[in-house]
C-alpha cells in the first residue's frame, strides 16, 4: 500500500496534471487565434444540440464539429481536428460551468 501511495499516486496525479495543463494550453491558444465572431455561433450550436435527448454524447460532438469546420472553413484550415475537438470540449464545460455559478 505504501508503494502505491508514495511513488505511483504521486506519479499519476503529476502526470494527469500535466496532460490538463497541456489542453487547457491548447485551448487557449486556439482561443485567440478563433474570432469571437466564429466562437459564439459555436457556444449556441452546442446549446442547442445539448438539448437534444435522442442524440448521444458522439453524435452531439460529431454535429457540433461539422458546424464549427463549416465556420472556421479555409480561414481556419490548419486547426487540426484533435485541436478542434480539445476547443470544442473546453467551450462545453465553460458553458457548463457558467451555468452551474
Known amino acids: ?3 502505491w ?4 499516486w504521486p506519479w499519476l496525479s503529476k502526470a494527469f496534471k500535466y496532460i ?3 489542453f487547457e494550453r ?6 485567440k487565434i478563433i474570432p469571437e465572431r466564429i466562437i459564439e455561433p459555436i ?3 452546442i446549446i442547442e444540440v445539448s438539448k437534444d ?3 448521444t454524447g458522439d ?3 460529431q454535429l457540433v464539429k461539422e458546424y464549427a469546420i463549416n465556420l472556421l472553413g479555409q480561414e481556419f484550415s490548419s486547426i487540426g481536428h484533435s485541436a478542434l475537438d480539445t476547443f470544442i ?5 465553460d458553458l457548463k460551468n457558467q451555468q452551474l455559478a
Open 20 to 22: 490538463l495543463s497541456l
Open 59 to 61: 453524435q452531439k460532438m
Open 89 to 93: 470540449q473546453v467551450v462545453y464545460q
Open 1 to 3: 500500500m505504501s508503494f
Open 43 to 45: 457556444k449556441l450550436k
Open 53 to 55: 435527448t435522442t442524440l
Open 26 to 31: 491548447t485551448a487557449t491558444e486556439l482561443a
Open 5 to 8: 501511495s508514495k511513488i505511483v
